[in-house]
């Protein structure tokens, strides 16, 4: 091997070197372990209490409901029907659900499970409700502004300006009784949960555990630098 090669071979491996010991001192992690991570932040945790942070509280539904003369609902009477057909659904399942062990015990995880999913359904519906109400309330306060905005130059809208802002308006306020009542529903179907089960829900999550295989295959991926 030429003396040139020799040297640009070391040179690589000398770069090479270096650009590992600075990503393992400044504690950079691999391209595929980042990419993980921040796929893992963009997904949220889905909670009634996330839902309940961007529904109308009691008295902005109470002048919803007045202003744009919509159907008002009872919350506390809605969440009360939502639990007892919660219970009765999980009642009726848990002979079926609720086995006997060899042993003379009861195994009731099949129950707790598939109640889990029920209330888990409930709270996701709630939520993506109370997402889309939230999109259109800040859609409709965008209309409504830039509506404000040309006002003082042309009295009578622009483009039909004043009549997409009511719309918007109209219909970010629709969502927010759906989005609110479905909220309340799921309170009910989280009350029957615990309940049946005896501990508040949670929402799934999976387990970060990684086997050794799963280990080993990071680290390679480490190594080699992907």
Do not use: C
């Not at 995880?109 to 999913?117: F, V």
């Not at 009549?163 to 179907?189: C, D, M, T, W, Y």
């Amino acid at each position: 091997m030429s003396n040139a090669t020799n040297t640009m071979t070391a040179a690589l491996a000398s770069a090479q070197e270096k650009k590992a010991a600075s990503k393992a001192k400044s504690g950079q992690k691999a391209p595929a372990a980042r990419r993980f991570e921040e796929a893992a932040r963009r997904v949220p945790v889905i909670t009634i209490e996330a839902a309940e942070a961007l529904i109308p509280v009691p008295d902005q539904i109470t002048k919803i409901v007045s202003h744009f003369g919509l159907e008002d609902f009872d919350a506390d009477a809605l969440a009360e029907t939502a639990r007892q057909a919660f219970t009765v659904i999980a009642r009726s399942l848990s002979p079926v659900l609720v086995v006997t062990t060899w042993n003379g015990e009861q195994n009731d995880k099949g129950l707790e499970m598939h109640l889990q999913r029920m209330a888990g359904a409930a709270v996701a519906s709630a939520f993506g409700a109370a997402q889309f109400y939230d999109a259109k309330r800040a859609q409709a306060r965008e209309l409504s502004s830039q509506f404000n905005e040309y006002r003082e130059e042309d009295r009578m809208g622009v483009d039909g300006l004043e009549n997409r802002a009511a719309n918007a308006r109209r219909f970010a306020a629709e969502q927010g009784i759906k989005a609110a009542a479905l909220v309340a529903s799921a309170r009910g179907a989280l009350a029957a949960y615990e309940d049946m089960i005896g501990t508040p829900w949670k929402p799934y999550t999976a387990s970060n555990a990684r086997t050794i295989d799963q280990r080993a295959a990071a680290a390679e991926m480490d190594a080699l630098g992907f």
